[in-house]
């Protein structure tokens, strides 16, 4: 079994859990008597994509293995534990990201048909209910694009919960994004006032996000406010920070294949939140 490193945490613990969602492919456990949003491990098969709340099972969960509501013992700490490479702390990085993001946006319509905000990375309309949304993802890309982050800030909790599904298309674009100046910080981008409005700002959205959206999608655009994603998430940045064009855009196609619209929504965010 694989594990992202927050998960093989809380496995190792030998905590029990409670099953808050299982679907059949995915099932969402939050560890007992810490809260959801605090301690979330993900269960998913062995062919899913690496979190690091999730952990890789041998067989994969069904609602049948793991009903909702059933308190469990969390499986053994993994053998293998993932952990993304960390990012050089280069500012001369930074310029080479945001070129190779706006590269990246412009060849989207060779990652496939676009869902959700990734429409917005072709130039095609938003699809009703995010067509109600479109001013507000302008907003925060124009935040994110003048570098001000009390604005983004503000924008984002405008989107939050917008859309339907377990983490609503609105939360995958503003974590996109969020993630994005995360790596922009970590590379060297900034000095540190500006380091300090984007911590700030990160605090709006997390506070906004715990009354506005659903506790599982809280958790996980909490961790993409902290820089923490999906693998495929954490290459596209990497490639991109190293110029490396063609692994980048691999990543990014492998990205827009997560859940009905989150890879796409994450993208868009991401391409914003770059500027």
Request: hydrophobic letters at 50%; aromatic letters at 6%.
């Amino acid at each position: 079994m694989a594990a992202g490193w927050r998960a093989a945490t809380l496995l190792g613990a030998g905590a029990e859990g409670r099953v808050v969602a299982s679907f059949e492919a995915s099932t969402y456990i939050g560890v007992a008597g810490t809260g959801v949003v605090g301690d979330l491990v993900w269960l998913g098969g062995p062919d899913a994509m690496l979190h690091p709340r999730a952990a890789l099972l041998q067989t994969p969960p069904t609602p049948r293995a793991y009903p909702e509501g059933a308190v469990i013992r969390l499986p053994p700490a993994p053998l293998q534990v993932w952990q993304p490479a960390p990012l050089p702390h280069d500012a001369a990085a930074v310029a080479v990201l945001k070129r190779g993001a706006a590269r990246l946006a412009s060849m989207a319509p060779a990652l496939g048909e676009p869902t959700g905000f990734g429409a917005r990375l072709v130039g095609a309309p938003l699809a009703f209910p995010l067509s109600e949304a479109a001013a507000r993802a302008d907003a925060l890309a124009a935040a994110c694009a003048s570098d001000d982050a009390e604005r983004a800030g503000e924008a984002a909790g405008a989107l939050l919960g917008c859309g339907p599904g377990l983490t609503p298309s609105g939360d995958d674009y503003v974590g996109g994004a969020f993630f994005a100046r995360a790596v922009l910080t970590a590379l060297g981008g900034g000095d540190a006032v500006e380091a300090a409005a984007w911590a700030r700002a990160v605090v709006v959205v997390r506070d906004a996000a715990a009354r506005s959206t659903h506790p599982i999608s809280a958790a996980l655009l909490g961790d993409l406010l902290a820089g923490h994603g999906w693998s495929c998430l954490h290459d596209l940045a990497s490639s991109l920070a190293r110029g490396e064009d063609t692994r980048a855009n691999d990543a990014a196609r492998r990205l827009t294949r997560l859940g009905h619209s989150s890879g796409w929504d994450l993208l868009a965010g991401f391409v914003a939140g770059a500027g």
